[in-house]
């Protein structure tokens, strides 16, 4: 069994940044990719970014050129920088690990921007 645990959100002001930190713990297998998807009120749970072990990276149209993702393989952790966050960034984070088949989520951590 994998559990997914996210933190870092929060209240920030538009323009500013947030880290959100995801660790994974359980039977890892390697080849894995670990991502971040967002879930706003009322509408579709979307993918924010992902990263495969090998470091390959993938964003969303909404995170392009604002957020990084980035992972420790060692530590079974995956990271988002979030900057020049916007108000529309407002959402439900979830840590997301997908690996032979199988698929498993975190709890979410909420980010809200706001003034």
């Known amino acids: 069994q994998v559990q997914l645990v996210e933190s870092g959100g929060g209240l920030v002001q538009p323009g500013g940044s947030l880290r959100l930190s995801c660790a994974a713990s359980?039977?890892?297998?390697?080849?894995?990719?670990m991502g971040w998807y967002r879930q706003a009120p009322g509408k579709q749970r979307e993918l924010v970014a992902d990263?495969?072990?090998?470091?390959?990276?993938g964003y969303g149209d909404s995170a392009k050129g604002r957020f990084t993702i980035s992972r420790d393989n060692a530590a079974n952790t995956v990271n988002l920088q979030m900057n020049s966050l916007k108000p529309e960034d407002t959402a439900v984070y979830y840590c997301?690990?997908?690996?032979?088949?199988?698929?498993?989520w975190g709890k979410g951590t909420p980010v809200t921007v706001s003034s």
């Open positions: 359980g039977i890892i297998f390697s080849g894995n990719i």
């Open positions: 997301n690990l997908r690996v032979g088949g199988m698929e498993y």
């Open positions: 990263i495969s072990s090998g470091g390959s990276t």
